[in-house]
């Protein structure tokens, strides 16, 4: 199949993939409001969704933008599709709204059309270039990389732990972003080795890998859901991670190459820029909604007499 036949079909299903990401993020953050917050990758909280409809609704978008997500990745580019899925933080903020009965607020919504515009110029500005093998990697060559990431996890994890700051929140969200970039990647894998077998996926450990990391990042991700009051700032931070996380597996595991020139570096930071600078509004936006919503004057209760009708005083 050629280049162009195979981006029509990633990028309407990296697209619909966003959508149904944004919904289940919103269905999510609004279900876990309605249970008791427990420790973070406890699995009792999802026990406990299990009865919520909306978390089912969630659960159903979720499995369906996955779907989504493995077709575009088995037609397209990592360079292509993540940056089209980070349109899901929009979508989050639009069906988070509807769900609430109320309008999307204008500067979140600038700030998650700027995040999206930001790490898309950042990722095609990067321009990996495939490498020689998708369905395979060097364990030692990817060693490095490793222990990085799952030092950070630890890090964010153990921050999390230690302090009572909303800044958790993003903590986890940050740890929940990696994990959701590795599952990706190692996806990218998993449809390459589909290319040669049906079976070839057994032979190989990035499929359990995958089966293990992708249950506690999705754990990891209901956590932060919870423990965070707004839907935005937490979605904003772990769709501006996935795919970043997703470009240095490309480079590290996959043999991809990323365009390093002088220009193209100046114009990476300035889209990083963008992309740290619109996290910061979408965050400090929620933070000032939500003080501003407990600050606001409750409407008096007036007293009705047994007919319905007010009583005056």
């Not at 149904?20 to 917050?37: D, I, N, P, W, Y």
Request: proline share 7%.
């Amino acid at each position: 199949m050629d280049t162009g036949t195979a981006l029509v079909i990633a990028v309407p299903a990296a697209v619909l993939g966003a959508a149904g990401f944004g919904l289940a993020s919103a269905a999510q953050q609004r279900a876990t409001k309605e249970v008791a917050v427990t420790p973070t990758l406890s699995p009792r909280l999802i026990v406990e969704l299990l009865a919520r409809p909306m978390w089912l609704l969630g659960l159903v978008a979720t499995v369906v933008a996955l779907a989504l997500q493995i077709v575009a990745l088995a037609f397209g580019p990592l360079a292509v599709v993540q940056p089209v899925l980070v349109t899901g933080v929009a979508f989050a903020a639009v069906f988070s709204a509807i769900l609430q009965g109320r309008h999307p607020d204008p500067l979140i919504l600038l700030g998650a059309l700027c995040c999206t515009a930001g790490l898309s110029a950042f990722l095609l500005l990067a321009r990996p270039t495939v490498g020689p093998a998708h369905d395979q990697f060097d364990l030692l060559a990817a060693l490095p990389l490793t222990v990085f990431l799952t030092v950070l996890v630890i890090g964010c994890l153990a921050y999390a732990a230690a302090v009572q700051h909303s800044s958790r929140v993003l903590a986890l969200a940050l740890a929940t972003g990696v994990l959701y970039g590795v599952t990706a990647g190692l996806t990218k894998i998993i449809t390459s080795q589909l290319r040669v077998g049906l079976d070839e996926p057994f032979r190989h450990p990035v499929l359990y890998v995958v089966c293990v990391i992708g249950p506690i990042g999705f754990l990891l991700s209901q956590n932060t859901f919870q423990q965070g009051q707004l839907v935005a700032p937490a979605v904003a931070v772990i769709t501006s991670v996935d795919p970043v996380v997703g470009v240095l597996i490309g480079a590290g595991w996959l043999g991809e190459q990323i365009d390093s020139s002088p220009a193209l570096l100046a114009g990476e930071c300035l889209a990083a820029l963008v992309l740290i600078g619109s996290i910061a509004l979408i965050t400090a936006r929620g933070t000032w909604l939500l003080h501003h919503r407990l600050d606001a004057p409750q409407p008096a209760l007036i007293p009705l007499s047994r007919a319905g009708r007010p009583i005056a005083g």
